[in-house]
Structures are given as structure tokens and as C-alpha cells.
């Protein structure tokens, strides 16, 4: 390599001889990286640090030489982080634009860098650093988004709304349990983002271009020095795999489809017709034209993004089906993938922590609308087969009367008069009207899980102790 003015050269250039000109522009143009790789920056020039001291702990180059590569390296990083360094298309990647840009801070000694490692683990590992770190901030931003909705459980263990099946009034519950059903999801969401970091926490540096190498590397030392558990255990196997980015993009997707059932939620809840909900200012924006118009355009972008980060999980594994071991450039394509995805989770997870906190809950609607819609209906059935010994099935059929006929005096079920139900079935005693308001029904409801106050308060100080 020559020294000087190497990084206005092209790779091609650099690696001499077989490549006369630099590649033409079309080449150039599939070929780069660095238009979106140098977000990899930190971790290239970290992993050499680790590289280049583990060499010299090694005798594998000399202590002279590895404090002239780390104190290029900590240059290069602070000129990136200022702004202050100049990305060469020409040279492809990140790892070949800091590799150059060492040769022209420190001369021949940048040239030891690259001793008994390749690209291929070198990008492997700082993608995998990468990944890495973007777990740890996807868990930290989850368990904020869980706290949230613990504090309005907490806040509304008591209050009552409808619960849907179909999204169809089907029984009543509290707005906390429903707010629990989210901590839940986002529970099962960051334990498997806590998998994903155990998983990938081996350091691929060292598996060089396929095969290991030759020199006495120490490979446990640099996955000490990086923070990983341990190396990886087989070379071929290090530089072929991108799981980690493809498990990465299936937890988002999983993450984002449950963030987009809370946008649907909050979108049908904030509609007039519903009034469950009032977004704050900071989370809707109004119309140009109709003034009375508030539009959850926060909850609606958080769904649309979940269409952006599913289409990223099937391009990573499009991409990846069927390529031949080891390395082959198609896995050059994981990186945009990557990180469009995380751009657009962390969004969407700090959009909804807000909208959830912020938003106002209107419990007079929610409780008015819990009791109607005759929600309280399998409250009644449950009675006759408790008070009255009707089999469940039966209970179910005076009940489906019962409905029918406060259908036809348009009263709600516990507005008709005791009369009217005995004629249905004699067993009924006022006894009945105790269990057909909504307060009530939720109360019964105590068994492991249920929407009952006591026990959804239960719930809540199951998570509290691990949040
Ligand atoms: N820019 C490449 C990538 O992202 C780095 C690895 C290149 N390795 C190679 N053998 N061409 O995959």
C-alpha cells in the first residue's frame, strides 16, 4: 500500500497490481458501502484497538507500532465525531476509509492493522457491536414504555370500560387490566430482546476471512476487551452468520406489530364516537381545513412504521436464504435493513411511551359504554347456574331471552323489571340485579389473570418488582 495521499485512492488501487484502473462508476456506485456503513464507525475503530493490542500482547507486532495505530485510530475516531472527516466513496467501506486514513496519520505501521484478520470478521464484529447496542437501548426504551402503562394501571385499576372480542361489547373489564395486557407484550418483547443480546454475545474477530489464521492470535482476549462472553467457536460459521441481525429484525417486527395494535386502539378510542381517550396537543395535530378536527397522527405513523420494520425482517431473509457458506457480498445488503428498522422502533416505542402517559383518560365515557351493549349478560347466565343449578347451557338460553326482550323495550338488562325476568324464568330473584352492574361483574372476576381490581393490582406489583 502505498503511503501519503491513500485515501483519495480507490480500494482497487490500493490492493495494486491485478486492478489497473479504479472500478467504473456503476461498480463504484453497487459496490460502496460507506454511504450508510460509516454509522459503524465507533465500533470499527474500537474493534481495532482491540485488534492491535492483542497483536502486540502477542508479539505479533511491536508495542511501538501498536501505540502508533491506537493513538491514529483515537484521532480518526475524534475527527469523525467532530465532523471533521472527509468519507471516500471510492474507498467502499468504513473499514477501508479508516484504514486509509491511519496511513496517512502514521505511515507504514497502519499497514500491520490488518495482520491475521479480514473484513469479513471485522465487519461481522462491529455490526455485531452494533446490534449489540441497539438491543441494550430497545431494552432500556421498553421497560420505560412498560413503567408508563404501570402508572396508569395503577391510576385506573378500578376504572371500567368495555372489553371487545370482535370488537364487539363482550364483557366488562378495567382500563388497567387492559393497560396490563400491554405490560405483558412488552414484557414478553424485551425478554426476548434479553435472549438476543445472550445469543449474540460472542466476538467474531479473529475468524479472519474463513479459516482462522496462522498467527497466535488470542481470541479470548479480544472478545474480553470488547465485551463479549466468549469467542465464537467456529471460523466459517462466524463470518456466514448474520442471525443476530435477522433475530434483531424479527423481535422489532413482533415489537412493532404489538405497537401498531396499540396505535389501532388508540386511534378507535380517540374518535369522537368513542371519546374513550383525548390525546394531548404534543401527539395530534389538527386540520387545515376542518377546525374542529384532532388527528392521531402519532398513533397512525407508529402503525404505518410497523409495515417498514416487517418488510426489513423479509428482506434480511431474503437475502440470506440460500447463500453458500462462507462470506458473500449479498450480506453487505443487512446493514440498511438493520438499521431503517431501528431508526423506526425507536420512534415508535418513544412516541407510544408518550402518547400513553399524556393522554387523557374520559372514564365516564368508558364507563357508560362498559355497560352497555347488555355486557353484563354472562354475569347473568353465571348467576342462574350458581343461585338457580342451571346447567351453563341453559343459563346461556334464558339469558339470550332476557336480552332479546330488553332489546325490544330498548332498557338495558338490570332496567327490566323483576317480573319480566321471572315470567323467563321462575328461579330469578331480585337477588339477580346485585351482579348486572359493571362494577360488580369486574369484581367477580378474581381468578388468576382476571380483570378483578385485587387482582390486577396483584399484577402490578408482580411487575413493579421486576421493571
Ligand atoms: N462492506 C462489506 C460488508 O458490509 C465488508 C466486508 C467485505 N468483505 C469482502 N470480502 N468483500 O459486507
Redesign the pocket.
Known sequence: MAEGNTDTKSSNQMWGGRFASGPDAIMEEINA?IGF?KKLFAQDIRGSIAHATMLAHQGIISADDKDKIVHGLNTILSEIESGNFEFSRQL????MNVEARLATLIGPAAGRLHTAR???D??ALD?RLWVKEELQKTEAMLTDLIAAFLDRAEEHAESVMPGFTHLQTAQPVTFGHHCMAYVEMFGRDRSRVRHAIEHLDESPIGAA?LAGTGYPIDRHMTAKALGFREPTRNSIDTVSDRDFAIEFLAIAAICAVHLSRLAEEIVIWSTPQFGFVRLSDAFSTGSSIMPQKKNPDAAELVRAKTGRINGSLIALLTIMKGLPLA?S?D??E??EQVFDAAESLELAIAAMTGMVRDMTINTARMKAAAGSGYSTATDLADWLVREAGLPFRDAHHVTGRAVALAESKGCDLSELPLADLQAINPAITDKVYDVLTVEASVASRKSFGGTAPSEVRKQIAYWRARN
Open positions: 458501502s456503513d467502499e467501506d468504513i473499514h479480514s473484513r469479513n471485522q465487519v455490526f476471512a462470506y457480498k450480506m453487505q443487512d446493514k
